[in-house]
Each structure stands twice: as C-alpha cells, then as structure tokens.
C-alpha cells in the first residue's frame, strides 16, 4: 500500500502565488461590495481597483530573483527575471488605464463593478501566464484573461462592440484548440508539460524516427495559437475590427497588456526549440515576424479612420518584435522589454487622445468614429491636443529622439549583432514606410482647415484631470525618454540575464 506522500506549506512557496492572489482578491471584494449595496459612484471602484493594483505592483517588486528563479507550487510556479520585469510593465499599464475611468460619464461600463472585477481577473490571468513555464498553467491564464477580456469588450454595449466580442472569442477560442493539441503532442514525446523537461526529452529522443515529425507538429500548433493571440500574419484580421469596436482607451490597453504576456510566452516556447536547434523554427519565426510589420504597414496606408490606423501599426510593432524574439539572444531578449516598455506609453497615449476627441454621433463618416476628417485643423480647435497626439505619432514612427526610436535602433542592433544585416535593413524600411502614415495625421491636424460638418456640433471634448495625467505621464516618458534609456538597458539586462529558459 502507498503512503501519503506529505507537502508542506514551505515546500509549496505560496509566496509566488501572491501578485495573483491579490488581483483576484480585489475583484472578488468588489463583487462582494456591489452585491451588499448596489449602484455606488464608479470612483469607488476605480479608487479600490488602482489600491489592488499597487499592492499587486509592491507583491512583484518584493521578490529577490537576483540569485535565479523561485520556483512554487509543485513547481508549476516560476518567478524569474523575465516574469517580474513583464508583471511591472501590465501593472504600470494597468494604472495608466484605470484612471481614465473617472474621465467621463459617457461610457457607462465604468459604471459596473463587474467592469473593475473581470479587469483584475483578466491582470491575474496575464500574470500567471508570465509566471510559469508549465504548458497547463499557462493554457488556464490565457483562458482566464481572454474569457474577461471579451466580456470588458462587450461591456460597450454598442453594435460593434458586441460583434468585436463575438469575433474575438471565435478566434481566441480557435487559438486555445491550437494551444491545446500542440501540448498534447508535445507532452506525447516528452511525457511532461514543464518546458525544461520537454527541452531535455527532445534532446534525448531526437535521433529516434518520427520525433523530428512530430516536434514540428507540435511547434507549429503552439506557434500558430501564438500567432492568433499576437495577431501575426495571416491570423492578424480580427484585430482591426476588434480594436474599433472597443472603447479607445480598452483598444489601447488591448494593444499593449496581453500581447507582452503572449510575448513571454512566446519566448519561452520558441527559444526552447531554437535552442534546441529544431530545424526550420527561427526562419519560420522571422518570415512571419517580417510578413507582418510589412503587410500591416501597407494595411495601415489605406486606411481611413485613426483608430484602424493605430491597429495596423500595433501589428507592425507587434511583427518588430516577434522579430527580436526570433533571434534568441539576451541582447534581443532585452530589445523586447525596453521596445514595448517604451512603445507602451505612447500607444496608451495616442489610443486616450481618441477619447479626448470623441463624439457621441457619427458627425464625419457614416461608418467610423475617427476618421482623418475630425483631425483636420485640430492645431486651432485644440493645440495642446494636436501638439500631444503629434508627439506620440513621431514616437511611433522612430523619430529621435522619441521614445519608440531608442527601441527601434537597440532591436536593430540585436539583428546586426546575430548577423542578421537583412533584417535589420527590413525594419529600417518598414520605419520609412510607416512614417507616411503617421504624418498624414499630422498633416491633417496642422495643415488642413476644420471640418465643421453641423452647426454647433462641439469638435472635441475638454480634458478631465485624471485624462491629462495621464497623457502627462505618457509625454513625459516619450520624450523624456533620451535621459533615462541606457540605465533602463542595463536594469532590464541584468534581470532577463538572472535565469536561463533552458537549463
């Protein structure tokens, strides 16, 4: 007869589980406060939300991982360098987008208690994502942020909100079909789901037949679930149509938060196989990272309203970046941080400067809230607005000294620096070709009379002072970002250096 095997409280190091923890307490004592007194003001919620999401913030930064990796929970928990660098990054993010809940009475989701709780779910969900590098776990936080991802989505409760939702869960629900098998068949050949187990089975079985085949198989179902989630080409579709049905500023968090949890994700699974020198993995990785910032470019050219624009041009960023992971180095791994750490704050900032010019009727076009149109001639209707979102345009675009040019510039000498001239040649000119783009914009707002289309229509709102605080500290980082870049280099090194993804 079998004895019980004995766990410990210690052995399990519950402590790794905290940051989850406290999101999900904060959403479940939200709910549990709405349940015993209903209809309470939002800035309740909002106050309660950003006090979790600190609390979460100090849990992450209170972990030592400078002498390697905690591992927790039946080891199915692993908190490393990489894992609290991308916890800070959706955490600073998080409180750059609940404050913009007490902007404005007009988007009733904030409203909701339920908005608050399944945004705190979804956090939790992202982080345990980033925290473990047991396929499982990592399949349960992606399920737990995607289902309350598409329901903050609907929460809209407009007609194209309802049908972004609905395109969504479609494809997240294609993604987590493709996620799954491509575990199945790899814990098939390895008999684990841990991907230091599967990386050391493959390297004992790989001369056996059929396992090459079958390493392949697997590989390419979690990469194209990947692709899904990150909206790579060809599966980039729904992302346009997403974004516009959303809120801006839930597009602009959408933009930024899951995807640098699926990057992680990402790194882990593809370095293990680069690593691992599976064949065909990094070229398959790089065709599709440089078919994406491409394509989406050339998307991005014709499009007629900003917002669509500004979701062409996430692909394109999202294409850089898969790029840098494509070439399994620590420089490049350290290139994915610090691009979208910066690429952060100015797409949060441009995707808010959609609120600020908001209208609650389609005055321009019979289709799209943002057209070019309402930009035009903002610099005399609203010339700080103009001034801002100019800003964040010549960030994106890598205009130095902005924000987004000092990740460019360090992506691509991680490309030169693996002996991969010709992709950094490709971002270069991917560079130039978005530039037109974000000028147009910038054409429109500073060289083209207003469109003033009905008599007395109100152009653009005022700005609240927890929306201008943000966009404050969004300014403030791309163009402030000159002066604090290389320490930021050198702190995001160090803690993606501290463990090895493969043992």
Known sequence: MLEPVKVSLESLNLITLSPMLIAIAGGLVILVIDLMKENLDKTLYTMLTMLFLLMDLGAVLGFNVLDGGIKGFFDV??????????????????????????????????????????????????????????????????????????????????????????????????????????????????????????????????????????TLGGAGFLLGALAFKLSLFPFHTWAPDVYEGASAPLAGYMSIVPKIAAFVVAMRIIEMFILLQVPFIQDIVLVLSVATMTLANIMALVQEDVKRMLAYSSISHAGFVMAAIALATDKSNTAVF?????????????????????????????????????FAGMISIMPMGAVIMALFMLSLAGVPPFSVFWGKLYLMSAAVDADKWWLALVMGANSAISAYYYLKLIVYMFLKEPVDVREGNTVYYNASKPLLTVLGISVAVTVGSVFFTEPLIESITTMVQVTKLIP
Do not use: C
């Open 77 to 214: 928990m692993l908190i490393d360098g990489i894992s609290v660098v991308t916890q800070i990054l959706m955490i600073v993010a998080s409180l750059l987008f609940i404050p913009l809940g007490l902007t404005s009475s007009r988007f009733h989701e904030y409203s909701y208690a339920e908005f608050f709780a399944l945004f705190l779910f979804m956090l939790a969900g992202l982080q345990f994502m980033v925290s473990s590098d047991n396929l499982i776990l990592i399949f349960i936080g992606l399920e737990t942020a995607s289902l309350s991802l598409y329901t903050l989505i609907a929460l809209h409760n407009r007609a194209h909100s309802f049908e972004a939702a609905v395109k969504y869960f479609t494809m997240g629900a294609l993604a987590a079909g493709l996620f799954s098998m491509g575990s199945a068949i790899l814990y098939a050949i390895s008999g684990s789901l841990e991907l230091n187990e599967i990386a050391l089975a493959l390297v004992s079985r790989k001369e056996e037949a059929g396992i090459l085949a079958l």
């Open 338 to 374: 610090l691009y979208y750490g910066l690429f952060m704050f100015t797409n949060m900032g441009a995707f808010t400067m959609l609120w600020v010019s908001r209208h609650k009727d389609k005055v321009h076009h019979a289709r799209f809230d943002h057209p070019y149109e309402k």
